[in-house]
């Protein structure tokens, strides 16, 4: 099974709009659609589409909390999420016929320390039957940044991998606690390092850096310029397929579910990669966010090349 952990939890409502958005007058709503939202929630639907078992947990909190589990019910996604005092937030996109979108996102309610110490002694129950674990996303407010630090070290502390995938300062101040595998994309890779990489080269050099720091396996996504990653096997560059792109949100979060079904399956390095890479592609496929179909990544799988550059 793979454990998903998911703090900032968040319900997606997509609000199409009959007519253009007009500010600072009433607008009517045509359609209301509404999803359990939350980078992790994307990688556990990503898991269950590649055919391997999930649990989801984290936190989720008063009305929107039950809402947040019913519709993962409607997903087929298990959850077992740590009750909250405050409301989970709610992240709006408002979408134009023209096909712009406004998204307003709710900063999200502060979760007290206790919630934090329950979360461990849940996850830590959870672990014996857990293959892989991924964190993903941003810390709730009320939760100091060393969040993710205490649930990386509690994992590794009974000997089970664990994928990172978050950014800014909660990336920069996770890091130190040895992640088994990091997804940073561009921007994220710079944001840990303090400086800006650029090409093919500078980015395999910095894959290499976090790599010899004791992260096992490195792997920077580079959208549709595919992906380099740095572990014990060498240096390997990803080139993805050429594709019409429909969405690509979510690809990253799509990209970490089947990396962690890779890990699981023990593929061989290189395929993970492959792997990851192609239901991520497929994910740039599918008009809604952090979905993809196995078909297509079947199809693209065989159109994405991964070769060994050192
Ligand atoms: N335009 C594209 N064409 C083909 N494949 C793509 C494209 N965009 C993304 N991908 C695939 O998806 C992977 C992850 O994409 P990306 O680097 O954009 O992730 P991200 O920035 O973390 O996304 P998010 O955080 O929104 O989930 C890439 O490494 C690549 O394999
Ligand atoms: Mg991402």
């Given amino acids: ?145 060393n969040a993710y630090t205490r649930l990386i070290s509690l994992v590794k502390s009974q000997g089970k991998p664990c994928i990172l995938d978050t950014s800014g300062n909660t990336l920069v101040a996770s890091i130190d606690s040895l992640p088994t595998a990091i997804k940073p994309n561009a921007d994220e890779i710079a944001q840990i390092l303090g400086r800006e990489v650029g090409s093919i080269d500078e980015l395999a050099h910095a894959a290499r850096e976090l790599h010899g720091r004791g992260i096992e396996k490195v792997i920077v996504s580079l959208g549709g310029d595919g992906a380099i990653m740095a572990c014990a096997e060498g240096i390997f560059r990803g080139v993805a397929p050429k594709i019409e792109v429909v969405n690509p949100v979510g690809a990253g979060d799509t990209m970490v579910g089947a990396l962690a079904v890779g890990m699981k399956r023990r593929l061989e390095a290189p395929e993970q990669l492959r792997y990851a890479m192609a239901c991520a592609s497929a994910n740039c496929l599918s008009a809604s966010t952090g979905h993809f179909e196995m078909e297509v990544a079947e199809r693209l799988l065989e159109q994405t090349v991964v070769e060994r550059i050192a």
């Fill in 1 to 145: 099974m793979i454990l998903t952990i998911t703090l900032n939890t968040s319900i997606d409502k997509a609000y199409r709009l009959a007519s253009p958005l007009v500010d600072g007058t009433v607008m009517r709503v045509e359609e209301c659609i509404d999803n359990a939202g939350g980078k992790g929630l994307n990688v556990s639907r990503s898991v269950l589409t590649c055919g391997e078992e999930v649990l989801a947990t984290g936190f989720a909190g008063g009305n929107n909390g039950r809402l947040l589990c019913e519709l993962l019910d409607r997903d087929g996604v298990p959850h077992d999420f740590v009750a909250v005092e405050s409301e989970t937030r709610c992240c709006i996109n408002v979408l134009e016929p023209s096909g712009r979108s406004t998204e307003f996102l709710e900063p999200g309610r502060k979760v007290g320390e206790e919630s934090l110490a329950e979360l461990e002694k849940r996850v830590s129950a959870l672990l014996s039957s857990a293959d892989v674990v991924t964190i993903s996303g941003s810390i709730p407010k009320g939760l100091s940044t």
